[in-house]
């Protein structure tokens, strides 16, 4: 008798040309069982429309909700990692540097620490690095680029040297790849190439790979 009027009640629900996922909703009774049921009451082509062009509107205002939702978390993330990181210490500062060089760095040319990334960020981050924690004068610094047959040469030179504000004479002349530059993947967009930054003095790069070596050995 129950699945009698439940069936009476689909029907009466389907007869406002209620789709199966409303009337899902307000019986709690699975689709294949209203298949069953009202597979002699199809809807309109106009109410189908209607419902689907509906969803869309549905489905757009979630993926927007959901979007506005994330970008709020992340911007809270955001400012509560700079509140409770920055600014960084010297000593912060210099051991963020060496544990970024152990990953990122040259470690085999014994008189000389050298980094090479596509992200300009993490070069100018070495180049403060440098200049700051290492204390290696910024004129002595030294700059290479491997490019793409299709760059303008010209232009990522003088976005390199803007960017990092080292002036081009003291860039190597650049590397230039003999493909395009669509055939390969920049992560993040960056799009300049890859940048190489070199400082060379054995004694500091001894000191680095010592360091580098102390804290291998610390584990």
Known sequence: MARFKERER????????????QIKEILHISKSTLSTWLKNYPLSEERIKLLRDNNQRRIERCRETKKRKKEERLD?????????NLPLSNRELYLAGLF???????????????????????IKFFLLWFT???????????????????MNIEE???????????PTTQFYKPYVKNVDSNSITHKGGFGHGT??????????????????KAIRDSF
């Open 132 to 150: 700051d924690s290492l204390s290696f004068p910024k004129q002595k610094i030294r700059i290479g680029l491997h490019l793409y047959a299709d």
């Open 10 to 21: 689909a029907l009466a629900l389907r007869q406002k040309e209620m789709s199966y996922s």
């Open 100 to 122: 970024l060089y152990w990953g990122e760095g040259a470690k085999t040319r014994i008189a000389e620490l050298s980094v090479s990334n596509t992200d300009p960020v993490v």
């Open 156 to 166: 990522e030179i003088k976005f390199w040297s803007d960017f990092l504000t080292i």
């Open 76 to 84: 809270n993330f955001y400012k509560e990692q700079k509140k409770s």
């Open 195 to 212: 940048c190489n930054i070199r400082v060379l003095d054995a004694r500091l790069s001894e000191r680095i790979l010592m360091g580098l």
